[in-house]
């Protein structure tokens, strides 16, 4: 018994028949397409793909080229939790007030993205409160709350110091407070933190960053301050 064909393969092609116009029109249409097929590939070679140099600027005469590369510092990455706004200078210095006599500033150089806040002596005398910067009305203080206050920081003179208090106001006075101070050796940039457990229900969180011993033209800059419940 001969195999069975395929389903495909069963019934008989059937033979199509053309006429001669038909026929002509085919082969019109055909060289057309050739045509066309041609010409695509033909342009498709020419300088405008050809090397797949990449495209150059030429600097405006009377200046030499130059070549921008990304900062290889710390990348701005916003910290969750941050009870500060804008605490990373690269907007404004809003909320943020001088102490000491001194003068404050957004300068270029921060820590992590473009700007840094400098504290400028400028003529400050001698006093209590040292040259330097406060944020006020940062939270409610929840009284047996731990908050901790940290910053970036540099001076631009050795063996100069920084001071971080932080603590609650409670009727224009400071009722409750802890400070931290720490030297910097050299002008590197630092992270250093201040706690403290929140003793007066209702008070207010002040933060205050100040610098000592800053001699000549010495400013101590500030970056990336964050204020966290512990």
């Known amino acids: ?37 041609a010409i695509a590939l033909a342009a498709g070679q ?3 793909r050809r090397g797949a140099a990449p495209a150059t600027t030429t600097p405006p005469p009377g200046r030499a080229a130059t070549t921008t590369t990304a ?19 690269e ?8 102490l ?21 002596p400028g003529a400050a005398t001698p006093g209590p409160v040292g040259p330097g910067l406060v944020r006020r009305g940062l939270a409610s203080a929840k009284a047996g709350t731990t908050y901790e206050a940290s910053a970036w920081v540099r001076a631009t003179v050795p063996d100069a110091q920084v001071v971080l208090a932080l603590h609650e106001e409670a ?5 409750s407070s802890d400070t931290a101070a720490y030297g910097l050796p050299d002008d590197g940039w630092r992270q250093l933190a201040v ?7 209702g008070s207010s969180l002040v933060l205050e960053i ?12 500030v970056d990336l301050v964050d204020v966290q419940v512990e």
């Open 1 to 37: 018994m001969a195999a069975r064909s395929p389903r495909h393969l069963a019934d008989r092609p059937v033979r199509v028949r053309r006429s001669r116009p038909q026929v002509v029109f085919l082969v019109a249409l055909l060289s057309i397409v050739v045509v066309t097929v």
């Open 46 to 48: 020419g300088p405008a």
């Open 71 to 89: 900062a290889a510092g710390r990348q701005i990455r916003p910290t969750p939790g941050n009870l500060l706004q804008g605490a990373d200078f």
């Open 91 to 98: 907007r404004d210095l809003a909320g943020w007030t001088p």
């Open 100 to 120: 000491g006599g001194a003068r404050l500033e957004r300068v270029e150089g921060g820590t992590s993205g473009r700007w840094a806040v400098a504290v400028d």
């Open 171 to 175: 009727g224009g006075r400071v009722a």
């Open 195 to 201: 706690e403290h457990r929140a003793r007066v229900p």
């Open 210 to 221: 100040t610098g000592l011993d800053l001699t000549g033209d010495g400013r101590l800059l």
